[in-house]
Nanobody, 122 residues
Framework: QVQLVESGGGLVQAGGSLRLSCEAS????????MGWFRQAPGKEREFVAA???????YYADSVKGRFAISRDNAKNMVYLQMNSLKPEDTAVYYC????????????????WGQGTLVTVSS
């Protein structure tokens, strides 16, 4: 069993930056791929970014060039650096873990975090 705990959300002005962190309580094959999803009010949850065990990265077109995902396998941590934030980035951000990036991007996720709210004011 793996637990994911996010931190780092908050309120920021447009153009600002935030860094989200996700700590995994254990290591299993289900943490081979880690990633972030978000869900804005009234919208479906959507893929944001993913990272493989060897740190290959993948991004949604809407965040490419602005967000950066990284991981520290020794610490069981994954991070999402968010720069040039826009009001449309406002959402609850969820950390996710899966056996593969392909599964994760398809939302075939083994573990979800509880979510952390990011609010970007205009």
């Amino acid at each position: 069993q793996v637990q994911l705990v996010e931190s780092g959300g908050g309120l920021v002005q447009a153009g600002g930056s935030l860094r989200l962190s996700c700590e995994a309580s254990g290591r299993s094959s289900s943490t081979n791929a880690m990633g972030w999803f978000r869900q804005a009010p009234g919208k479906e949850r959507e893929f944001v970014a993913a990272i493989s065990w060897v740190s290959n990265t993948y991004y949604a077109d809407s965040v490419k060039g602005r967000f950066a995902i990284s991981r520290d396998n020794a610490k069981n941590m994954v991070y999402l650096q968010m720069n040039s934030l826009k009001p449309e980035d406002t959402a609850v951000y969820y950390c996710a873990a899966s056996m593969s990036v392909t599964s994760l991007k398809a939302q075939r996720v083994d573990y979800w975090g509880q979510g952390t709210l990011v609010t970007v004011s205009s």
